[in-house]
């Protein structure tokens, strides 16, 4: 069964950076036809894609963090990685990863598996 | 960008049926997957291209697709449904990104 688990730290300040990665196990994140991907949900709100990556390192990104999102990924130790710069306390969130299939070329399906959730909190 | 908009909250009394919309653009032209959201828990997928059910979802879930509104339908609801439901597409229409829906609170008097 495949699992997905965030982790990185709980607090970050303002202006800094937050770093977070998913370990992937039960499965290859080399997997052909899916993408990894990040997904966020401020306290009380909605859903917020993020961007994706696939093994190769082509990424998708939110257009709206775009100049703030960096995702990578590491086939050694099948985990991927989400950098965000510049934070606020707009950031503040549960950060949930993801898998999804890739249909065809550039072209997304569902997202069938989800960690459990990282609550970010953005603050001094 | 795309827009999926959905109707904040939906009330259903237990064995009736509960419909949840979803608007979009000419969203009939595209894939759309819905997932269930249990307070303090992840989203699980539900549906997928517009009618599909994974393995171990009941099958009094169900979906529909037409013109500008994509609709989940939940017959027969029991007090376990109760939960914040959200869309899904894949927009590559201008810049390829994944839109979610607004989300809709599913009250089970």
């Known amino acids: 069964q495949l699992q997905l688990q965030e982790s990185g730290p709980g607090l970050v300040k303002p202006s800094e950076t937050l770093s977070l990665t998913c370990t992937v196990s039960?499965?290859?994140?080399?997997?052909?036809?899916?993408?990894w991907g990040w997904i966020r949900q401020p306290p009380g709100k909605g859903l917020e894609w993020i961007g994706i990556i696939y093994f190769s390192g082509s990424t998708y990104y939110n257009p709206s963090l775009k100049s703030r999102v960096t995702i990578s990924v590491d086939t050694s130790t099948n985990q991927f990685s989400l950098k965000l710069t510049s934070v606020t306390a707009a950031d503040t969130a549960v950060y949930y990863c993801?898998?999804?299939?890739?249909?065809?070329?550039?072209?997304?399906?569902?997202?069938?598996?989800w960690g459990q959730g990282t609550l970010v909190t953005v603050s001094s | 960008s795309y827009v999926l908009t959905q109707p904040p909250s939906v009330s259903v009394a237990p064995g009736k049926t509960a419909r949840i919309s979803c608007g979009g653009n000419?969203?009939?032209?595209?894939?759309v997957h819905w997932y269930q959201q249990k307070p303090g828990q992840a989203p699980v997928l539900v549906i997928y291209?517009?009618?599909d059910r994974p393995s171990g979802i009941p099958e009094r879930f169900s979906g529909s697709n037409s013109g500008n509104t994509a609709t989940l339908t939940i017959s027969r609801v029991e007090a376990g449904d109760e939960a914040d439901y959200y869309c899904q597409v894949w927009d590559s229409s201008s810049d390829h990104q994944n839109v979610f829906g607004t989300g809709t609170k599913v009250t089970v008097l």
């Open positions: 000419n969203i009939g032209s595209k894939s």
């Open positions: 039960g499965g290859s994140i080399s997997s052909s036809h899916y993408f």
């Open positions: 291209y517009d009618t």
């Open positions: 993801a898998r999804q299939y890739e249909v065809e070329l550039a072209t997304m399906g569902e997202l069938d598996y």
